[in-house]
C-alpha cells in the first residue's frame, strides 16, 4: 500500500514538473518573439537590471568641435524641424538628375526586386512652372496620377535655371551638371528613402567598389587625416542610408506593412560603434559647411514663381544659418583649416578629390532606380560640402569665390536633412534596437537554465 502511495506521488511530480517545463517554454518563446517582432517594446528579460549609466556616445565627436550631447540636443530642438519644413519648400523639394546613365564599370544588372525601387512619370502640370518658363507655381495638389505616390518622379525636362543661380560642375563629383539634355526634375518628397529590396550582390558590389578601390584602408596608421576624413565620411553617409532602410521598411509585403526593422538597424550600425560615430561626424562636417557659406546662402534667390513660398523659404533658411542657440553651443562643428598643410598638400588634395569622383561615378552603376536617384544626391551634397570647406580663398573670400549652383544647394541641403533625421533616428531608436537584439541570448541563456534545473529536479 505505502508502495503504491510513493509511486502514485513520484508520478505526479513528474508531471508537475513536465508541466512547469512546458509553462517555462511557452514564456520564454513569448518572451523571444516580443523582443523579436515589437521594435518599439523592451524585452521582457533586460540584458542589465541596474539604473542606466553613462551614455554610450559621450564627449567630443572624434574630429569635431562638439560633443555628442550637445549636438542631439541641438539636433533635437533646432535643425532637425527647420530642416524638415525647409526641404519641403517648393525650391528645395525639386531635384535635377540624370536617372539614366551607363555604368563606367561593369554593365547594370538592375536587381531590384519591389515596384518602389522604381519611378512613374508624373503629368507636367504637377511641376512648377518657374522650372520651365517665368510664372507662377502651381498649387495644385502634387499626386502622382500614375502609380503609386511614393514611387512617383517627375521627368520634365530642365529647360531653364532659376535666376540668380550660375551653371558649374563640381570639380569633386562626376556628373556634367551643365548638361541638362539628359537632366530629369524629380519630387524628391514623393520619393523617400527607404527600403527598396535592393539587396544581394548587386548592391554589395557597389560599397565594396567604394571602399576596396576608391576609399583608402581604415584605420591604420599610414593614413594621414585627409585620408581618414574621406573614410569616415563615406562610412557616416553609408550609415545614414542604413538607417533611413530600417526606419522605414517593409515588413510584410503582402499587407504592403512598412515599420522599424530594428534587428536591421542593429546588424548594420549600432553593432559596430565606429558606423555610428562616422554619422555623428558626417552631419557635424556638412553642417559647417553650411555654417561656412551662410552669407552666400543667404543672399542666394529662392525663386520659384510663388512669392509666398519663396519669402517663407527664405526665412527658414535665415533661421537656419543664424540660430542663437547653435552659434553659442556649436559656432565651429569641423575645423576643416588644420588640412592639407605641408608640402604634399596640393598633391593631397588632388588624390582625394580624384578617389570622391570616382565614388560619384558609381552612382551610375546602382541597380535600383530611387536607391540612384538617393545616392547620386547625397553624393553630390557630400561634395559640395567639400568644395565650400575646402576652398582655397579661405573664410574671408569665400562669399566672393565661391559659386554655387541650385542642384549642389539643393542637394546639400536635403543631405543635411538626411543626416539630421538619420542622427535623430539612431539617438531615440538605437539603444531600444541594442537592448533587444543583445537581450535576445540572455532569453536562450535563461532557457537553457530553466530546463537544466528542471531536468535535475
Known amino acids: ?79 532637425h524641424p527647420s530642416l524638415q519644413e525647409l526641404v519641403k519648400t517648393p525650391f528645395f523639394r525639386y531635384f535635377k538628375v540624370k536617372l539614366w546613365c551607363d555604368c563606367p564599370f561593369w554593365p547594370d544588372d538592375g536587381m531590384c526586386r519591389l515596384r518602389d525601387c522604381s519611378v512613374c512619370e508624373c503629368p507636367e502640370n504637377e511641376f512648377p512652372e518657374s522650372f520651365k518658363k517665368p510664372g507662377r507655381l502651381s498649387l495644385n495638389d502634387l499626386v502622382c496620377q500614375e502609380g503609386k505616390p511614393e514611387a512617383a518622379v517627375d521627368r520634365t525636362l530642365d529647360s531653364k535655371a532659376f535666376r540668380g543661380w550660375t551653371e558649374i560642375d563640381n570639380p569633386w563629383t562626376n556628373d556634367d551638371e551643365t548638361d541638362n539634355d539628359e537632366m530629369t526634375y524629380v519630387n524628391l518628397q514623393l520619393n523617400p528613402e527607404r527600403y527598396t529590396g535592393y539587396t544581394g550582390p548587386s548592391a554589395r558590389r557597389i560599397w565594396d567598389a567604394v571602399y576596396s578601390e576608391n576609399c583608402p584602408k581604415y584605420p591604420s596608421e599610414e593614413l594621414c587625416q585627409e585620408e581618414k576624413i574621406l573614410y569616415k565620411l563615406i562610412s557616416g553617409l553609408h550609415s545614414s542610408i542604413s538607417v533611413h532602410i530600417a526606419a522605414d521598411y517593409l515588413l510584410d509585403e503582402a499587407m504592403n506593412l512598412w515599420g522599424q526593422n530594428l534587428s536591421l538597424l542593429y546588424d548594420r550600425v549600432h553593432k559596430y560603434p565606429d558606423r555610428v560615430r562616422n554619422l555623428y561626424f558626417t552631419f557635424l562636417f556638412v553642417l559647417r559647411a553650411v555654417t561656412k557659406a551662410a552669407d552666400y546662402l543667404e543672399q542666394a534667390e529662392y525663386d520659384t514663381g510663388n512669392p509666398i513660398e519663396d519669402l517663407k523659404t527664405q526665412s527658414l533658411i535665415k533661421q537656419l544659418l543664424y540660430n542663437p542657440e547653435l552659434q553659442a553651443a556649436c559656432p565651429v562643428p569641423f575645423d576643416e583649416a588644420k588640412l592639407w598643410k605641408g608640402q604634399r598638400g596640393p598633391e593631397l588634395k588632388q588624390k582625394i578629390q ?64 538626411r543626416l539630421s533625421e538619420s542622427v535623430k533616428i539612431a539617438n531615440e531608436m538605437g539603444p531600444a534596437a541594442e537592448r533587444i537584439v543583445e537581450g535576445s541570448p540572455t532569453l536562450i541563456s535563461s532557457l537553457k537554465k530553466v530546463w537544466s534545473q528542471l531536468l535535475k529536479s
Not at 505526479?12 to 518563446?29: E, I, N, T
Not at 542589465?48 to 549636438?71: A, L, N, Q
Not at 561615378?361 to 546602382?366: E, N
Request: with cysteine; proline share 3%; net charge positive.
Open 1 to 79: 500500500m505505502v508502495k503504491k502511495e510513493i509511486e502514485k506521488k513520484k508520478k505526479k511530480d513528474s508531471g508537475l514538473r513536465w508541466v512547469c517545463v512546458a509553462v517555462a517554454l511557452v514564456g520564454v518563446f513569448v518572451a523571444v518573439t516580443m523582443s523579436s517582432k515589437t521594435s518599439s517594446r523592451i524585452p521582457l528579460f533586460s540584458a542589465c537590471p541596474c539604473s542606466p549609466g553613462e551614455p554610450k556616445y559621450s564627449g567630443m565627436v572624434e574630429d569635431c568641435c562638439c560633443d555628442y550631447e550637445t549636438v542631439n540636443r541641438l539636433n533635437e530642438g533646432v535643425l
Open 354 to 417: 580624384h578617389q570622391f569622383r570616382n565614388i560619384s561615378a558609381l552612382m551610375d552603376c546602382v541597380g535600383c532606380e530611387k536607391c540612384r536617384l538617393w545616392g547620386k544626391l547625397q553624393v553630390l551634397g557630400l561634395g559640395t560640402a567639400l568644395k565650400i570647406l575646402f576652398s582655397d580663398d579661405g573664410q574671408e573670400n569665400l562669399g566672393r569665390t565661391l559659386q554655387l549652383q541650385r542642384n549642389e544647394v539643393i542637394a546639400l541641403m536635403n543631405l543635411l536633412n
